[in-house]
């Protein structure tokens, strides 16, 4: 039987390519920056956040927030993977691949970067450079200035981050973390 390690690297490895896929297909976009968030996004989105991909909306579920936004397409791989329910134009689908492969298209919902405008799930914040979303999440976290749509979300919800290492690369340097008795969120 596979260990849990296993079977992590080897869905990371399947939605990694797909990301892959979907990028060379728009001829455009960030797959390497995806690449680099593969084991982590398969760890929380197939087994540590509280979700149903069939209502991802729904305000008691987990959120992320990628703070490289454009590390977005291996998101959107893992979603279509999974089959997570989205609103392109207003309308609910299951999104699939071939949902995936229009990353980009002027006329998809499948943004080149994380796009709450869309009815794409997750996404409550527009990121793209690096450090974008980290400010964000810390805000929502921490109470300030969260989308009215989530008024119940520190109550339910769990914020997740999604970072890479060259966050903070660009001169954006924050630094967020919670007190030791796992209170009130501090911004440094």
């Known amino acids: 039987m596979p260990t849990f390690d296993q079977v992590v690297h080897a869905k990371a490895v399947e939605i990694g390519k ?12 960030h797959p390497t920056t995806a690449l680099s968030l593969a084991h982590i996004v398969t760890v929380l989105m197939y087994h540590t956040m509280r979700w149903d991909p069939e209502h991802p909306h729904h305000h008691g579920s987990d959120r992320l927030v990628l703070s490289e936004g454009h590390a ?3 998101i959107y791989a893992a979603c279509a ?7 392109p134009g207003g309308k609910c689908k ?4 071939d949902d995936l492969m ?13 796009n709450p405008q869309v ?6 914040a527009a990121t793209g450079s690096l450090g974008q979303g980290l400010s964000a999440s810390a ?5 300030k200035g969260r989308p009215s749509r989530e008024a119940d979300l520190l109550h339910f919800g769990r914020r997740r981050i999604a970072r890479g290492a060259g966050v903070g690369g660009d001169g954006f340097h924050c630094r967020a973390r919670t007190d030791e008795r796992g209170g009130d969120l501090q911004l440094q």
Request: net charge negative; aromatic share 12%; hydrophobic share 40%.
């Open 81 to 87: 993977d999974i089959g997570v329910t989205f609103y």
């Open 102 to 114: 229009t990353l980009r298209d002027i006329k998809s919902p499948i943004d080149g970067h994380p």
């Open 119 to 124: 009815g794409f799930p997750f996404f409550d």
């Open 139 to 143: 805000g929502w976290g921490g109470g």
């Open 94 to 97: 299951i999104m699939n691949v």
């Open 72 to 74: 977005v397409p291996i």
């Open 18 to 29: 797909l990301a892959v896929r979907a990028t060379t297909a728009a001829g455009s976009g």
